[in-house]
Nanobody, 128 residues
């Protein structure tokens, strides 16, 4: 079993920055992919970014946040980060961390179904 705990959410003015953290515990060494999703009020949950925990650290990022958000990892701490810059009101959402154990998957990286574990979420609010 893997436990995921997000932190770093909060309220910020448009144009500001936040850094989210997701700490994995339990069988964290079994994780091959970690990702960030978000869900705004009244909308479906959407993928924000994904990173491979292996040495390549290859990443995917949603078009809506590319150039503003960066995903990174610290394997020694079993932690993944989401650096969010140039925040916009439309980035307001609950942000969730997700983890996948198997080192392969079919289809796109932002399909919720491919992830095995989820955190409880952290609220990010961007004021205009």
């Amino acid at each position: 079993q893997v436990q995921l705990v997000e932190s770093g959410g909060g309220s910020v003015q448009a144009g500001g920055s936040l850094r989210l953290s997701c700490a994995a515990s339990g069988a964290a060494d079994s994780i091959n992919y970690m990702a960030w999703f978000r869900q705004a009020l009244g909308k479906e949950r959407e993928g924000v970014a994904q990173i491979y925990t292996g040495s390549s650290g290859s990443a995917n990022i949603a078009d809506s946040v590319e150039g503003r958000f960066t995903i990174s990892k610290d394997n020694a701490k079993n932690t993944v980060y989401l650096q969010m810059d140039s925040l916009r009101p439309e980035d307001t959402a609950i942000y969730y961390c997700a983890a996948k154990v198997l080192d392969w998957y079919a289809g796109k990286w932002d399909r919720e179904q491919i992830y095995d574990y989820w955190g409880q979420g952290t609220q990010v609010t961007v004021a205009s």
